[in-house]
């Protein structure tokens, strides 16, 4: 469990400070407590003990539970009520919940990426005064609190980085008779893949259907296959629209993109277009699997001995790059990102964002991030990184993976209108996938219904939101 303290002397020397400047949100910081830990406590202290009610995944809220019973002993501030719904399902509950301006959730737990959705909606309550009251910062490895940001404000503390790294299996790629059978047949080492031509040809070299063993773990379902495109869309050098708003998926790297998507399918288990992560993180853990990309949490399950029949066999680190632009560029994705986000029409808002930051803290999130059992919540913070906890929990290998990947970290579509957008493309890669849409076409049919959604949405108001959008595309093309 998370420990505080703050000291007699602190707490005497605080009181007058309540009393003057932090009586709202915005004023002086609460600069008499030592840490930010005690400075959100001292702060939270200030607008009355409350339980608080949101929406959040259980798989989620579990291991934080420990953490909030701590600032609930403090502050006085703890949850109440909660609606349990899947992070998949959240976005579009929220959405009817900001249409209708309830001030049923205190807080949300959801895909960071329906930031600019709802915020434009009128649902989000920025953040910024009550960060500065309590002088607290989201200490995040490399840029990635700029996800939580949505035209100069804040939106959203994160609890979860869920940013893709690569995984590969050691014990397949170091075996000598897998070398020589690589060596021979491509002409070049065996190795930890650095492109997706690499990956693809050591997928299909070392699987072995007749063992279940596929070349590829990632996934290709509707919902998800989307985040696997992005990574090869952007690493080929493309991006999702010009300045005027229009759609520019339908380009030569959108192309090459598309291309290196579908050709998975020549390695991956037959049935699994349809799958998603409750179907494909049992493959990679009980080992059928010999490369793929996934959420970072993945490898805190792998390295579980109580859960993983592949314990100390992967290798962990960078998501393959592309060459098609004519430099190497590299580009992991983070999607969904789960984040805490707090309602504007709540009567209870300035708890819900002082527990949000309270959960939201490096120190804090340590027990959260590296619990054994509920491996939803996963590494983000700098303090996460050398943390030894949080190290044995990943392995030393899979945190170096997640510090290189969060800084060639990139968004979906960082957009209001998200979902649609989302759904739009992954229902093309998806027909296409199976065979109902011929791959030729499938860009050039999601270019006409991005447009289309541009129209209903406005495209004034969306070129106002591309910035924020681009602020948070990585400015190096591989890692320091």
């Not at 008499?32 to 259980?58: C, L, Y």
């Not at 693809?200 to 509707?222: A, E, V």
């Amino acid at each position: 469990m998370t420990k505080f303290s703050i000291s007699r002397r602190t707490f005497m020397e605080g009181g007058v400070g309540l009393t003057v400047a932090n009586l709202l949100p915005g004023t002086t910081p609460l600069a008499f407590a030592a840490s930010m830990e005690e400075r959100t406590i001292a702060a939270a202290k200030t607008v009355g003990a409350a339980d608080v009610s949101g929406m959040i995944w259980s798989p989620y809220l579990v291991p934080m539970q420990p953490v909030i019973a701590d600032f609930k002993k403090a502050t006085g501030i703890g949850v109440g009520a909660v609606q349990d719904i899947s992070i998949f399902d959240t976005p579009q509950r929220a959405m009817a919940e900001a249409l209708s301006r309830s001030p049923q959730f205190d807080f949300i737990h959801i895909d960071s990426n329906m930031i600019p959705s709802l915020a434009s909606a009128g649902y989000l309550e920025p953040l910024d005064a009550y960060m500065k009251k309590a002088d607290f910062k989201i200490e995040a490895v490399g840029d990635y609190a700029k996800f939580m940001t949505y035209k100069g404000q804040t939106y959203g503390i994160p609890t979860d980085g869920n940013v893709h790294i690569q995984y590969v299996r050691k014990d397949l790629i170091e075996d000598p008779d897998n070398k020589k059978r690589f060596a021979d047949k491509h002409g070049k080492e065996l190795k930890f893949p650095e492109t997706w031509e690499d990956e693809f040809r050591i997928q299909q070299t070392l699987m072995d259907p007749s063992k279940d063993l596929y070349g590829s773990g990632s996934l290709r379902n509707r919902a998800n296959g989307p985040t696997w495109w992005y990574m090869m869309f952007y690493s080929a050098g493309g991006f999702t629209f010009d300045d005027d708003m229009n759609a520019t998926l339908n380009t030569p790297a959108g192309q090459y993109a598309v291309d290196i998507y579908l050709q998975e399918k020549k390695v991956a288990h037959p049935e699994s277009a349809g799958w998603g992560t409750p179907q494909m993180i049992p493959r990679i853990a009980q080992g059928h699997v010999v490369t793929a990309q996934y959420w970072d949490g993945t490898a805190r399950l792998n390295e579980n001995p109580a859960k993983s029949k592949t314990t100390g066999k992967w290798l962990y680190g960078l998501v393959p790059g592309s060459d098609f632009s004519g430099k190497r560029i590299h580009r992991s994705i983070s999607s969904p990102l789960a984040a805490l986000l707090v309602n504007k029409y709540s009567p209870r808002k300035a708890q819900a964002a002082y527990l949000a930051m309270w959960l939201g803290s490096g120190k804090n999130s340590i027990p959260i991030v590296s619990d054994p059992v509920n491996t939803f919540n996963d590494a983000w913070a700098k303090e996460h990184m050398t943390s030894e906890l949080v190290r044995k929990a990943y392995s030393p290998g899979g945190i170096k993976a997640i510090e290189a990947n969060f800084q060639v970290v990139s968004p979906p579509t960082y957009l209001t209108g998200y979902l649609e957008f989302q759904d739009t493309l992954g229902k093309n890669l998806s027909e296409a996938y199976v065979g109902q849409l011929p791959a030729k076409d499938v860009l050039k049919k999601t270019d006409e219904e991005w447009n289309k959604i541009v129209g209903r949405i406005g495209r004034a108001k969306l070129k106002q939101e591309l910035a924020s959008y681009k602020a948070l595309m990585p400015k190096r093309n591989v890692p320091a």
